[in-house]
């Protein structure tokens, strides 16, 4: 049977559900930082349904309507954090385009939007979020030192590691832009898989499903990327260009972190090579992920991936 609900009505609904998604990521504990992952769903549902019009405009009264309940701050980082993904990855999806584009557009868009959110808070409201989050972060640290004070831990030990915390501080303010391009990237991998889970349920097309994780690939142009800007952190602190230095940790960051996941695919492809257990898998990138030293090496392994293609190494001795 055939749904007889007109497109206004069905617009006026899927507007209701994103603010009220709105609503209960704020007001609901714990469970509300869940419900926040599907605030860009409804949007996603109407672009798909009736065009990217429709979904702006239901975006844009989604804010206004949140704006009057909780304020305009915290409207825009729901409209800006997930609403806006929401809309591009729908006109994506309508348009037909490939996975790897519909992704990428998302993710570009998420990191544009954090990057508008913070100028809007910084310009128009006076709000620096790094300088507060940096204040709150050193605060809780001091009071952990202090209360390691009082039972008796060895001060100078302490002075030293709290130098070092100092130290880190400094050098987390040169990776704004880094920490604005991971969150929009979460923003953008929690839009697209929440959206592929609710259009199965919803029994709707979605985009073609992406390649196996053992055959990601990046193109070449990284590893030159991540080469330039290595000089340009030498040249940056050594004649201390402080813009060049900004610019060059950052992107370093990046690639290096596109390095390791390419550098994981490979893993994954050898893991499939061997036929290694899923166990024995997860207990390997447990492991990877958390030392230091083997994140820096399967970096590595994925930038010369890109150039040495290892697995097609293992093709061939198939």
């Known amino acids: 049977m055939e749904s007889r609900i007109t497109p206004t ?49 239901a975006l844009a009264a989604s804010f206004l309507i949140l704006s009057m309940f909780v304020g305009a701050i915290l409207a825009m980082k729901i409209a800006l954090g997930f609403g806006i993904c929401g809309l591009v990855l729908g006109y994506c999806i309508s348009k037909n385009l490939s996975t790897v584009k519909c992704f990428t557009a998302t993710l570009v868009t998420a990191f544009i939007a954090q990057i508008v959110a913070i100028s809007i808070l910084f310009f128009i409201m006076g709000i620096n979020v790094m300088e507060i989050e940096t204040t709150v972060v050193k605060e809780s640290f001091d009071k952990m030192f202090k209360l390691y004070e009082t039972i008796g831990v060895d001060k100078q030990a302490l002075a030293q590691i709290h130098g070092l915390f100092d130290k880190f501080f400094e050098f987390v303010k040169y990776l704004f832009p880094f920490l604005m391009f991971f ?36 193109p070449q142009i990284i590893l030159y990327l991540v080469s330039f800007s290595a000089i340009g952190v030498y040249w940056g602190a050594t004649r201390e260009w402080i813009p060049l230095y900004t610019v060059s940790i950052n992107v370093v960051v990046i690639t290096l972190g596109l390095g390791f996941i390419q550098g994981l695919a490979v893993l994954s492809a050898m893991a499939n090579y061997f036929e290694m257990s899923k166990f024995w898998r997860r207990l390997i990138f447990i492991v990877i992920i958390f030392n230091m030293l083997f994140i820096q090496i399967v970096s590595f392994t994925g930038l010369f991936d890109m150039i040495f293609d290892y697995r097609k190494r293992l093709v061939k001795r198939e």
């Open 183 to 218: 969150i929009g990237s979460m923003h953008a991998v929690l839009c697209y898989v929440t959206s592929k889970w609710s259009f199965e349920k919803l029994r709707m097309k979605f985009v073609d499903p992406l390649p196996p994780f053992a055959q990601w690939q990046f």
């Open 9 to 57: 009505v069905e617009g006026g609904l899927l507007t209701a559900i994103a603010v009220i998604l709105g609503l209960a990521s704020i007001y609901l504990p714990i469970l509300g930082v869940f419900v926040e992952f599907f605030c860009a769903v409804p949007i996603v549902v109407l672009t798909v349904r009736q065009g990217a019009t429709k979904g702006a405009l």
